[in-house]
T-cell receptor
Framework: GAVVSQHPSWVICKSGTSVKIECRSL??????MFWYRQFPKQSLMLMAT?????????EQGVEKDKFLINHASLTLSTLTVTSAHPEDSSFYIC??????????FGPGTRLTVL | GDSVTQMEGPVTLSEEAFLTINCTYT??????LFWYVQYPGEGLQLLLK?????DKGSNKGFEATYRKETTSFHLEKGSVQVSDSAVYFC????????????FGTGTQLKVEL
């Protein structure tokens, strides 16, 4: 089946630094990639949707200058958390779609900001 | 807005017990309904789906019926196994609303011998 990987699986950083998370579709081309955020005991919240080669569409309340999303190829999207602060600590999950109604999810990245 | 409500976990069952995980929804339009499963250390995987009222989705012994009158999509399995231990997410997508999924909070299932 379709596999989506994320790297790193976990990261710890200092407050004020930037962190990049990669999302790759390993065996298929993803026309659309989605980034979610999940707090403990809460649901996945969609942050943004990105289509290859175009700007991401952010959900209401998500700061586009803080959460930079790049979808440069059909197999890679990156999320950069800029000037991270402790409140950005969360579990970040990406998913990839092929234009059908199915999304394939990555295993997630645990971000801890000290 | 759109929302999905799931029963809180964890749910702990003995092997071969009957499983029900409740899911109800509110939707601004006509939704398709999904159950996703997340095994430890892995990404969410689509377990089953239903796209219209009274449809029954089924996979791996799990079933869920789209009940429009009660706005529900409860997940059931007649006899759980230890390997079913995972977190289960109910989700909806509005028809014509793109691929945006709205998730519930997830329910952790633990199956013991």
């Amino acid at each position: 089946g379709a596999v989506v990987s994320q790297h790193p699986s976990w990261v710890i950083c200092k407050s004020g630094t930037s962190v990049k998370i990669e999302c790759r579709s390993l065996d298929f081309q993803a026309t659309t990639m989605f980034w979610y955020r999940q707090f403990p005991k809460q649901s996945l919240m969609l942050m943004a949707t990105s289509n290859e080669g175009s700007k991401a569409t952010y959900e209401q309340g998500v700061e586009k200058d803080k959460f930079l999303i790049n979808h440069a190829s059909l197999t890679l999207s990156t999320l950069t958390v800029t000037s991270a602060h402790p409140e950005d600590s969360s579990f970040y999950i990406c998913s990839a779609g092929t234009g059908t109604d199915t999304q394939y999810f990555g295993p997630g990245t645990r971000l801890t900001v000290l | 807005g759109d929302s999905v409500t799931q029963m809180e976990g964890p749910v702990t069952l003995s092997e071969e017990a009957f499983l029900t995980i409740n899911c109800t929804y509110t939707a601004t339009g006509y939704p398709s309904l999904f159950w996703y499963v997340q095994y430890p250390g892995e990404g969410l995987q689509l377990l089953l789906k239903a796209t219209k009222a009274d449809d029954k989705g089924s996979n791996k012994g799990f079933e869920a019926t789209y009940r429009k009158e009660t706005t529900s999509f409860h997940l059931e399995k007649g006899s759980v196994q230890v390997s079913d231990s995972a977190v289960y997410f109910c989700a909806l997508r509005i028809t014509g609303g793109g691929n945006k999924l709205t998730f519930g909070t997830g329910t952790q299932l633990k199956v013991e011998l």
